[in-house]
């Protein structure tokens, strides 16, 4: 559905607009749209909105409340995930697992790119879980200084779910400047789209 509504935006960016072959295939776009949605169905990327939060480079560091945005350097009761040292380290609640290499609880977290699927194909532990190798060269990893993407799924405190999602972060090697730059979910338990909505994108929701 998602991928049918991406197509849809695209072709309203095609230089072809205006011209009776675009008009045709709008209208037929839009036939299609109404077949493929339901009226009944109810779906919503939930954004955090942009927060800028500074990751600490401390044990402690923030811990952040993926449901209410809740974020606080010292253990919160419904906490999600916990970055550390500057983004060195990487915690997950037993309610909130990072998509990594493997299942075991350890495995290295992945970072993810613009438009990268994030759902339940992945790789995701149990319990609670960490990360320490996740800054490197690699294609995979994130890199000091750089944003990058994190997926996810994700539990919410009234313990429904699993949802899945994404978080916008800038590591440090336990250096001043990292950040959590923003994250999103989508509440249907269908995938996402890494990095979408981002601060300056429309944000497409079906009532």
């Given at each position: 559905?998602?991928?049918?509504?991406?197509?849809?935006?695209?072709?309203?960016?095609?230089?072809?607009?205006?011209?009776?072959?675009?008009?045709?295939?709008a209208v037929?776009?839009?036939?299609?749209?109404?077949?493929?949605?339901?009226?009944?169905?109810?779906?919503?990327?939930?954004?955090?909105?942009?927060?800028?939060?500074?990751?600490?480079?401390?044990?402690?560091?923030?811990?952040?409340?993926?449901?209410?945005?809740?974020?606080?350097?010292?253990?919160?009761?419904?906490?999600?995930?916990?970055?550390?040292?500057?983004?060195?380290?990487?915690?997950?609640?037993?309610?909130?697992?990072?998509?990594r290499i493997?299942?075991?609880?350890?495995?290295?977290?992945?970072?993810?790119?613009?438009?990268?699927?994030?759902?339940?194909?992945?790789?995701?532990?149990?319990?609670?879980?960490?990360?320490?190798?996740?800054?490197?060269?690699?294609?995979?990893?994130?890199?000091?200084?750089?944003?990058?993407?994190?997926?996810?799924?994700?539990?919410?405190?009234?313990?429904?779910?699993?949802?899945?999602?994404?978080?916008?972060?800038?590591?440090?090697?336990?250096?001043?400047?990292?950040?959590?730059?923003?994250?999103?979910?989508?509440?249907?338990?269908?995938?996402?789209?890494?990095?979408?909505?981002?601060?300056?994108?429309?944000?497409?929701?079906?009532?």
């Amino acid at each position: 559905m998602k991928r049918l509504l991406t197509f849809v935006i695209a072709s309203l960016r095609s230089p072809l607009r205006g011209s009776p072959r675009f008009a045709g295939l709008a209208v037929a776009l839009c036939l299609a749209l109404s077949v493929a949605i339901p009226h009944s169905a109810q779906s919503a990327v939930i954004y955090s909105g942009l927060q800028n939060i500074p990751i600490p480079t401390t044990f402690d560091g923030v811990y952040v409340d993926i449901d209410n945005g809740s974020t606080s350097t010292s253990t919160i009761v419904g906490w999600d995930v916990n970055i550390f040292f500057g983004g060195v380290g990487i915690g997950g609640s037993t309610d909130f697992q990072p998509a990594r290499i493997g299942t075991s609880n350890m495995d290295t977290v992945l970072k993810y790119a613009l438009n990268d699927v994030i759902d339940g194909s992945l790789l995701y532990s149990t319990g609670e879980t960490g990360s320490s190798d996740h800054l490197g060269p690699g294609l995979n990893q994130f890199q000091e200084g750089v944003e990058g993407d994190l997926g996810f799924s994700f539990t919410k405190n009234d313990s429904s779910g699993p949802y899945y999602g994404w978080m916008r972060l800038t590591p440090t090697a336990n250096n001043p400047g990292g950040v959590i730059s923003d994250w999103a979910w989508e509440d249907s338990g269908s995938f996402i789209l890494a990095g979408t909505p981002e601060p300056g994108r429309a944000m497409l929701t079906l009532i």
